[in-house]
């Protein structure tokens, strides 16, 4: 973000949305890799949609009235394609969930044998 200073206008309205949205989206990719789970990991491409959508709405600031209604448009449907791929994601992905049990004996360690002889 430091390099954004020199730049102007919705230039720098735009390199400092993009430096925002890396660092939340490096962060949410950090927590899912520390914290390996499908909530992490759901929540890291969620950030990362909302993400590119804040960065495509920062760049049709920039666009005449009509151009701005169309980029806008496509940003809004990106996103809701996005987001549509992360929910089938979703629900190819999403482990059974059940109470854990353990059978007769499963999971248990082996008994040591006792190789002494019995009188």
Do not use: W
């Not at 720098?12 to 949410?28: F, I, P, T």
């Not at 520390?34 to 992490?40: A, G, I, T, V």
């Not at 940003?75 to 979703?90: F, G, H, K, T, Y």
Request: hydrophobic share 35%; proline share 5%; aromatic share 4%.
């Amino acid at each position: 973000m430091d390099y954004c200073h020199v730049l102007e206008g919705n230039t720098r309205d735009v390199c400092a949305v993009e430096a925002e949205s890396k660092r939340k989206v490096d962060l949410a990719n950090l927590e899912a890799a520390f914290r390996p789970s499908f909530e992490s990991t759901q929540a890291a491409a969620a950030t990362t949609v909302d993400a590119t959508y804040a960065v495509a709405l920062k760049r049709c600031n920039d666009k005449s009235a009509a151009d701005k209604a169309a980029c806008l448009g496509e940003a809004q449907s990106e996103r809701r394609i996005a987001r549509a791929n992360a929910v089938i994601l979703e629900d190819n992905v999403q482990p059974a969930r059940g109470p854990r049990t353990r059978s007769s004996g499963a999971g248990k360690p082996p008994k040591r044998a006792d190789h002494r002889q019995k009188p």
